[in-house]
């Protein structure tokens, strides 16, 4: 009878332990107070990113729309207000940077790659890129394995091989339009495609290759299941990198808007004072008809 008595007790015991182990599994704190060493140090996640969905949209139809203009921006990393894009560097704490992630989606065909046009973006099978190509041409070291199920090829590249550090840009391609229906001025992302650099010995950039072009609404529930820490002030913000290009809560400057003779400021403007004041007018033309809209 004794026997049983303790073998009750001890199965009590080992059901509370589990009971309190799975319950300080997504708290902040242990039971004992110490910060929860199972939760990642920067960036607290109580709820599982798999179910994050990105931010939905309206998709007006095009007799709604009043007006509109197409351009396209450079976004430079190495600007302060677009260091959430850059980094960490090296993958760490259930965080990686904006290039990191694109390139092990498209490495594991999550996401389709598309050749880079100067001109004009195709998303066609015509147009495909296929990985393989990326990691021979600019002689990122790989490991090409064969799915036992699928047989398919699958490419593993280690995380200290992977280019992020030298991917320095992104072009990005955005309509800014007038739904009359709605009466609302709205900014779509179309695309994006990301800038390679490659530098000399001494460190000096050589030469930009832009690698692929990307559907940004493909991409985007991607986007939306990875946190990006903002903020030195407070490691417990946790947007998602869907949430900083809805926001808009990045900087990029403008090199080429939709016209008649389909050029980019550099070709029909001689120096850099000339191509800002292009700037400058693109944007405020943007800015005006939005004031426009509402003034009496």
């Not at 391609?173 to 007038?178: G, N, Q």
Request: charged content about 30%; hydrophobic content about 40%.
């Amino acid at each position: 009878m004794k026997k049983i008595k303790y073998l009750l007790a001890a199965l009590a015991l080992s059901f509370a332990g589990s009971a309190m182990a799975q319950e300080d599994s997504g708290n902040f704190f242990t039971a004992e107070g110490d910060l929860n060493e199972s939760l990642p140090i920067d960036l607290p996640t109580s709820a599982p990113l798999e179910g994050l969905e990105p931010i939905e949209l309206l998709n007006p139809r095009a007799d709604d729309i009043y007006w509109s203009k197409i351009v396209w921006r450079i976004v430079d990393l190495r600007e302060k207000f677009n260091y959430p894009f850059y980094f960490p560097v090296e993958a760490g704490d259930n965080r990686q940077n904006l290039f990191s992630l694109i390139f092990n989606l498209g490495r594991t065909g999550k996401i389709k790659l598309y050749r880079y046009d100067d001109k004009k973006e195709y998303f066609d099978n015509q147009h495909l890129v296929e990985f393989k190509e990326i990691l021979r041409q600019h002689e990122i070291a790989y490991e090409a394995k064969l799915d036992s199920i699928t047989n398919d090829t699958i490419f593993e590249v280690g995380e200290a091989d992977i280019p992020a550090p030298k991917v320095l840009k992104y072009y990005l391609k955005e309509v800014w339009y007038f739904d009359k229906i709605s009466s609302t001025f709205n900014c779509r992302i179309i695309s994006l495609c990301p800038i390679l650099d490659k530098t000399g010995e001494d460190g000096v950039s050589v030469e930009s290759y832009p690698l692929f072009w990307i559907p940004f609404e493909k991409v985007r529930p991607f986007f939306a299941q990875q946190e990006v820490v903002i903020t030195d002030k407070n490691n417990g913000a946790r947007p998602s990198f869907d949430d900083i290009f809805m926001k808009r809560r990045f900087s990029g400057y403008i090199f080429r808007e939709s016209n008649v003779m389909d050029r980019n400021l550099l070709e029909y403007n001689n120096d850099a004072q000339e191509c800002h004041k292009e700037q400058a007018r693109i944007k405020n033309t943007i800015l005006n008809f939005e004031n426009d809209l509402w003034e009496y």
